[in-house]
């Protein structure tokens, strides 16, 4: 609206009509974008009235005149009420928004925890990056919990955002967290995911009708046994990555099956979960899509595969990561479009996990 009003002046000042007096309508410029243009753009739609009064009064030699200097008293009086409240305004909002994040981020924690840095025969890291969307909350979900069956992992990613994606993600993780210490069968742990979200759905009233009609999940679940392999059944996730004596190897699924959600595209789940080789020294990466589609100005996707082969060979799982994150930063050079979790596992000699966890139960143990 304000720039549509100095179109609106600049064609009635460079006409036969100039004789119409145009300059409430400049002074209501900056009082205009002070409503919903921020300090910014008050300060330009201001800057652009006081341009074109100059301009048309030079056009129409009306320098001298006391309605000329009355107009720009009353700009420079109107452009700074409207900055102050435009900014006061900003300062409000922004202030709200920040609360309402701190907010949505401490109920993401809740459901979201940390990864204990020593498993088993793996020590262990993760990462959760929120995207850049105001307070929404994220449907990226991920868990690491120790078992009689062995470390057993669990990645996903639910569509959408917001409350009833974060239902969601409470409700897969629970199902994991319960059936990952009974179930002996990875499938089962899998199919479990899968049921507790179908009843959820079923809930009447739960959920809106565009989540029902498009809602699914894609998820990975994964197993490191005292043997030196990795197990997996993926539910249409993104592969996780080995990097074993410095490359990378992408397990692709050798059946690709659809998200959770979406079981009626096939006839069954796998009869068994897929398994191969990792041995100590190996370094595995779970991974959410957000990685992978990140792009930066030239609309490139970020090499993962390529900047894991390039972090030194001694970074612990820590370590690893956040130089992950930092190489993801400098790739998008501002806010993430997607969330982004990650879980990074380094397996370990059978004495090295021995001395790691007698470490860390001692280091428990000792009185603060």
């Not at 007096?21 to 205009?32: C, V």
């Not at 753009?41 to 006391?66: C, D, E, K, M």
């Not at 701190?102 to 840095?117: G, K, N």
Request: net charge negative.
């Amino acid at each position: 609206m304000p720039f549509a009003i100095a179109l609106a002046v600049l064609v009635i000042e460079l006409s036969p009509a100039h004789f119409i007096y145009t300059g409430p309508l400049l002074t209501a410029m900056p009082a205009l974008a002070a409503v919903t243009m921020g300090p910014k753009g008050t300060t330009a739609a201001a800057a652009l009235a006081l341009a074109i009064s100059v301009t048309t009064a030079t056009y129409n030699q009306a320098w001298g005149t006391l309605q000329v200097y009355t107009n720009f008293l009353a700009l420079a009086l109107v452009s700074m009420a409207g900055f102050i409240m435009s900014s006061a305004v900003q300062t409000r909002r922004q202030s709200e928004l920040d609360q309402v994040r701190r907010i949505a981020v401490a109920a993401q924690e809740v459901v979201l925890r940390a990864v204990p840095a020593q498993l088993g025969p793996v020590r262990a890291a993760s990462l959760c990056l929120a995207a850049g969307t105001g307070a929404q909350i994220g449907g990226d979900l991920y868990e690491a919990v120790e078992t009689r069956y062995g470390v057993r992992m669990i990645v996903g990613d639910v569509r959408g955002k917001g409350l009833s994606a974060m239902r969601a993600v409470a409700v897969a993780l629970g199902a994991f967290r319960e059936a990952a210490h009974y179930e002996d069968d990875l499938v089962e742990v899998m199919n479990h995911c899968a049921a507790a979200l179908r009843r959820e759905l079923a809930v009447p009233g739960s959920y809106a009708q565009e989540v029902l009609m498009e809602g699914f999940t894609t998820a990975l679940v994964a197993q490191v046994p005292d043997e030196p392999v990795v197990q997996l059944v993926n539910r249409g996730h993104p592969p996780p990555l080995v990097l074993h004596q410095g490359r990378i190897q992408a397990l692709m699924p050798a059946s690709p099956l659809p998200p959770l959600g979406l079981e009626d595209l096939v006839n069954g789940p796998p009869a068994k979960p897929e398994s191969y080789p990792f041995v100590p020294g190996d370094r595995l990466l779970l991974y959410t899509d957000g990685v992978i589609e990140a792009r930066n100005r030239d609309d490139d996707f970020f090499a993962l595969p390529e900047t894991m082969e390039g972090i030194r060979a001694g970074a612990t799982p820590p370590e690893f990561l956040e130089e992950l994150h930092q190489a993801l930063i400098r790739h998008t050079e501002g806010p993430l479009a997607d969330d982004v979790a990650m879980i990074f596992v380094d397996r370990v000699d059978e004495e090295v996990g021995k001395q790691i966890g007698a470490a860390a139960t001692s280091s428990r143990d000792r009185p603060h």
